[in-house]
Every structure is written in C-alpha cells, then in structure tokens.
C-alpha cells in the first residue's frame, strides 16, 4: 500500500483527513476492529475533548462517543452550560482495541507505540480545528497530547501548555465515573468532571 502519511499531512480538511484515516495501516489495531473512528463536531470548535479510543458501539457505529460515556459527556457537557454543537470530539487511538470474550469484546488500554503511530491523525484534527482549549480525558489522551506520560491525579485541574503551542487540561475519562460502584462517590466524581469542563470553557 502506498504511503498515506504525506497526503494526511497535506489534508485540508476534516472530510478528507477521515478519509485517509480509513486507509491506515501503521499498527495492526484495524485488523480486528470493525472501522476507524474519526473525530467529529465542529470545524472551527473553540474546545476540543479527547478521549483514548473509541468503544465498542463506536466502533459498530463509526461515530466518536455514542456509547454510554458518550451520553454521560453529552449530560456533563449540557450541565457545565457548553453547547455540545461547538466542541470537537476525538480520541488518540482510532481504531478499537479489545479482547474478545465470548461474544463480549472487553476494551484494552493502547500500548505506546499504538499510540505514537495514531498520533499523525490527532496532531492534523489539532492543526484543523485551531481550539482555543483541549481538554484530555484519561491519562492515554494526555499522553498522547503531552508526548509524555501524565498523572491525572497529579496534574488535573492545572492549564498545561502543548508541545506545538496552545492550552491543555487534564480530567477523568466519563468511562471512570462509570465504573465507580458507589453512588456517592460517583455522583462526587461527576460533579468534579462538570467543573473541571466548565473550568476549560471558561479559560
């Protein structure tokens, strides 16, 4: 197959640059997975989220956060007062990584390299939608961002500075708070996510 990355860093717009995101071979994660999941939302978004790698219905769906996390975003999103027709959504990882189980696929965390070999695309959608903000979700997303590893915990709440210019904050991933058994503490942890969203509006 032809090499594609020059194309992709010649793309001059999102259209085009998913079109070529189907055509990618640089990791062997679109063997298994049913499609590539390119970002969506707003050209010119004034935020844009980024996630780890789309799910399993995104995957079936081929559309970014339409699975459950994706409707808790939507949710927080609405809650922290910014209109979700003005935000660019993504991931650092386009295709989904998983383990069959059964008839179950259970999500696997991307491994660095699989990451880095992603990164072209994530750094052309930065380079297309010009956001004011990014806000990472996960410490895969700030990864992938940061060129380095991160610590949400650690460094959550602060505006961090991307390597190629523009500003940075670090939240949970709305994959996290679905998973916390506890109803007190998810609905603690929820609160925190709607703040820290609505922080990055307001930056």
Same mark, same amino acid.
């Given at each position: 197959?032809?090499?594609?990355?020059?194309?992709?860093?010649?793309?001059?717009?999102?259209?085009?640059?998913?079109?070529?995101?189907?055509?990618? !071979?640089?990791?062997? =994660?679109?063997? *298994?997975?049913?499609? $590539?999941?390119? &970002?969506?939302? @707003?050209? #010119? +978004?004034? %935020?844009?989220?980024?996630?780890?790698?789309?799910?399993?219905?995104?995957?079936?769906?081929?559309?970014?956060?339409?699975?459950?996390?994706?409707?808790?975003?939507?949710?927080?999103?609405?809650?922290?007062?910014?209109?979700?027709?003005?935000?660019?959504?993504?991931?650092?990882?386009?295709?989904?990584?998983?383990?069959?189980?059964?008839?179950?696929?259970?999500?696997?965390?991307?491994?660095?390299?699989?990451?880095?070999?992603?990164?072209?695309?994530?750094? !052309?959608?930065?380079? =297309?939608?010009? *956001?004011?903000?990014? $806000?990472?979700? &996960?410490?895969? @997303?700030? #990864? +992938?961002? %940061?060129?380095?590893?991160?610590?949400?915990?650690?460094?959550?709440?602060?505006?961090?500075?991307?390597?190629?210019?523009?500003?940075?904050?670090?939240?949970?991933?709305?994959?996290?708070?679905?998973?916390?058994?506890?109803?007190?503490?998810?609905?603690?942890?929820?609160?925190?996510?709607?703040?820290?969203?609505?922080?990055?509006?307001?930056?």
């Amino acid at each position: 197959m032809a090499d594609i990355m020059p194309e992709a860093r010649a793309a001059r717009s999102l259209r085009r640059l998913a079109a070529l995101e189907h055509q990618c !071979r640089r990791c062997e =994660l679109y063997l *298994p997975a049913t499609q $590539v999941v390119p &970002g969506r939302g @707003a050209r #010119r +978004a004034r %935020l844009m989220l980024v996630g780890e790698q789309p799910g399993d219905r995104e995957d079936l769906a081929g559309e970014a956060f339409v699975g459950p996390a994706g409707r808790l975003l939507a949710d927080a999103l609405e809650e922290a007062g910014i209109d979700a027709g003005e935000v660019f959504l993504t991931n650092a990882v386009k295709h989904f990584k998983f383990e069959q189980r059964g008839k179950r696929r259970i999500h696997q965390r991307p491994r660095a390299a699989e990451i880095d070999a992603c990164n072209l695309w994530l750094q !052309r959608e930065l380079a =297309l939608v010009k *956001p004011h903000m990014v $806000v990472a979700m &996960g410490a895969t @997303a700030g #990864r +992938a961002l %940061l060129g380095r590893p991160v610590t949400v915990g650690r460094e959550r709440g602060l505006q961090l500075e991307l390597p190629g210019g523009g500003a940075l904050r670090l939240t949970v991933h709305p994959s996290y708070l679905l998973r916390l058994r506890e109803r007190e503490d998810r609905e603690r942890q929820y609160r925190g996510f709607v703040a820290d969203l609505r922080a990055a509006a307001a930056d």
